[in-house]
């Protein structure tokens, strides 16, 4: 079992930045990769990025590419996701989630085992 819980968000203006950080407790070993995922106000759940635990080789969603930089402290167990030039679009909650196992596709929410409550980033314009 895999415990999330997500800090930073809040609110920022068009063009700003915002830091999230997720820790992980529990067996943290098992996690092939850990992502984040944006819910939009219109319900829909984007792919933003993911990082391999190990590795820490990185995956960007479309709309994450050349402002968003996953991190993770493989040490603290935490993950990071540096914000920047955010735009309104960008509002919705977001979530941390990790996978378990010999998952191999950090692309498909499905592929995650474990996720936070998730937290609100609202950017205006």
């Known amino acids: 079992q895999v415990h999330l819980q997500e800090s930073g968000g809040g609110l920022a203006q068009a063009g700003g930045s915002l830091t999230l950080s997720c820790a992980a407790s529990g067996r943290t070993s098992t996690m092939p990769y850990m992502g984040w995922w944006h819910q939009t106000p219109e319900n829909r759940r984007e792919f933003v990025a993911a990082i391999r635990w190990n590795s820490g080789n990185t995956e960007y969603g479309y709309n994450a590419q050349d402002r968003f930089t996953i991190s993770r402290d493989h040490a603290k167990n935490t993950m990071s996701l540096q914000m920047n030039s955010l735009k309104p679009e960008d509002t919705g909650i977001y979530f941390c989630?990790?996978?378990?196992?010999?998952?191999?596709?950090?692309?498909?929410?499905?592929?995650?085992?474990?996720w936070g409550q998730g937290i609100q980033v609202t950017v205006t314009r």
């Open positions: 989630a990790a996978a378990a196992g010999f998952r191999d596709y950090p692309w498909g929410a499905d592929e995650y085992d474990y």
